[in-house]
C-alpha cells in the first residue's frame, strides 16, 4: 500500500443488482466465504439471490443482507488481493452497517441478522403502496427551501445526498402535491430539475418509519456486549453527519433514529474528506462517486473485479 490515508465508502439499498459480487464469489476464496457464512447465518442462499434473477433482490427484507454481504465479500477480496486496508469508513444508509462491520464494531454474522430484522421492519412500518420516494434533482438546491415548500405535507426530507440532490419520503398520496409545489419553486430555475418517483415499497428515513424504532433500538440492545465501540471513531454516522465517538449506547441510538431521521450525507462526506486523501466507493453500483464528485471530492469506484484490476493496478495500490 503507498502512504495514502485511505476511505471506503459504501452504497445502501438501491444500489443491488442481479449477479453483484459473483466474479468475487468464483474467484476469490475469501470472498467466497463470505457468502457462504451469510447463508449459514440466515438460514438461505445468499449467492443463488444475488446472481439468479430471483425478483425477491428488490424487496427490503432481502435486499438488505444481500447488499451487506456483497459489499464484504467485495471489501475481503479487494484486501486479499491488494492489501486494500482502508483507515475511515462511510455508507450511505443501509452502508453504514457495513462501514461498521469493515471497521471491526460490529461481527458480520451480527450485522447480517440486525440488517435483516431492520429491513423486516422497515417494510412492516406501513403498508405497501402507501408510502413513497421520490429524487429531487435541480443544480444549487436549498435544502431549508425543500422543507419549507413541503412542510404542511406528510412528507419528510430522507436523503441529504448532494449540492444536486435530495430525496422525500412519506405518503404517496402526497406526492403530486409535492411534485407540483416543487416544480413551482426550482422549476423556473431551468430545465436541470427533476422529480424522480423512486421504486421503493415503503417510506424510507420518514417520520413514518418511527413505529419500529423501539422494537429495533431493543434489538440492537441485545449486540451491546459484541460491540467493540472504539472502532466507531473511524466511522461516520448518517444521523449526525459526524464520526462515532466510542460509547456503545451512541452507536446503537444514532443506528436506531437513522431509520426516521434524514441522511445527512453531505456531511458525512466533508468529515470523509476532512481526513482521507483517497476515498473508494466499494459496491455492487456506484452511486455514491456522483455525490462526492458535486462536492468536488474524487472518489473512486470498484463494483466489480476487472475494474478492481484496472484502477489498483493503475494507482499502484
Known amino acids: 500500500m503507498n502512504e495514502s490515508i485511505i476511505a471506503a465508502a ?4 438501491g444500489s443491488q443488482r442481479p449477479g453483484m459480487g459473483k466474479d468475487f464469489y468464483e474467484n476469490i476464496s475469501v470472498s467466497r466465504n463470505a457468502y457462504c457464512e451469510a447463508s449459514d447465518v440466515l438460514g438461505w442462499d445468499v449467492a443463488a439471490m444475488c446472481f439468479g434473477e430471483d425478483e425477491r433482490l428488490n424487496l427490503t427484507e432481502y ?10 465479500a467485495m471489501l475481503r477480496g479487494l484486501h486479499s488481493l491488494y492489501g486494500f486496508t482502508p483507515e475511515y469508513f462511510c455508507g450511505h444508509s443501509l452502508g453504514e452497517y457495513t462501514a ?37 434533482i435541480s443544480n444549487n438546491l436549498d435544502l431549508g427551501m425543500v422543507r419549507s415548500t413541503l412542510k404542511d405535507l406528510p412528507i419528510d426530507v430522507a436523503n ?11 405518503e404517496s398520496s402526497a406526492m403530486p402535491e409535492a411534485r407540483e409545489r416543487l416544480t413551482k419553486v426550482f422549476g423556473d430555475k431551468g430545465s436541470s430539475f427533476r422529480f424522480i418517483p423512486l421504486n421503493v ?22 449486540l451491546i456486549l459484541k460491540l467493540i465501540p472504539k472502532n466507531a471513531e473511524k466511522v461516520t454516522s448518517n444521523f449526525t453527519g459526524h ?13 436506531a433514529f437513522q431509520l426516521s431521521s434524514t441522511v445527512q450525507w453531505k456531511k458525512n462526506m466533508e468529515a470523509i474528506a476532512s481526513v482521507a486523501n483517497s476515498i473508494y466507493e466499494i459496491g455492487p453500483s456506484r452511486p455514491l462517486s456522483g455525490f462526492f464528485k458535486t462536492a468536488g471530492v474524487p472518489c473512486m469506484s470498484v463494483s466489480t473485479l476487472s475494474a478492481a484490476s484496472r484502477l489498483f493496478e493503475r494507482h499502484q495500490i
Open 243 to 255: 464520526f462515532y465517538s466510542d460509547r456503545s449506547s451512541e452507536i446503537i441510538d444514532y443506528l
Open 10 to 13: 459504501f452504497p445502501g439499498q
Open 63 to 72: 435486499a438488505q443482507p444481500c447488499i451487506l454481504t456483497t459489499e464484504i
Open 160 to 170: 441529504d445526498n448532494s449540492c444536486s440532490q435530495v430525496v422525500i419520503s412519506g
Open 201 to 222: 415499497s415503503a417510506p424510507f428515513h420518514s417520520r413514518f418509519m418511527s413505529t419500529v424504532i423501539e422494537a429495533f433500538k431493543d434489538a440492537l440492545r441485545a
Open 100 to 136: 461498521l462491520v469493515a471497521a471491526g464494531v460490529v461481527p458480520f454474522s451480527e450485522a447480517l441478522k440486525i440488517v435483516s430484522f431492520r429491513g423486516q421492519l422497515m417494510q412492516e412500518a406501513m403498508p405497501v403502496g402507501a408510502g413513497g420516494m421520490a429524487a429531487i
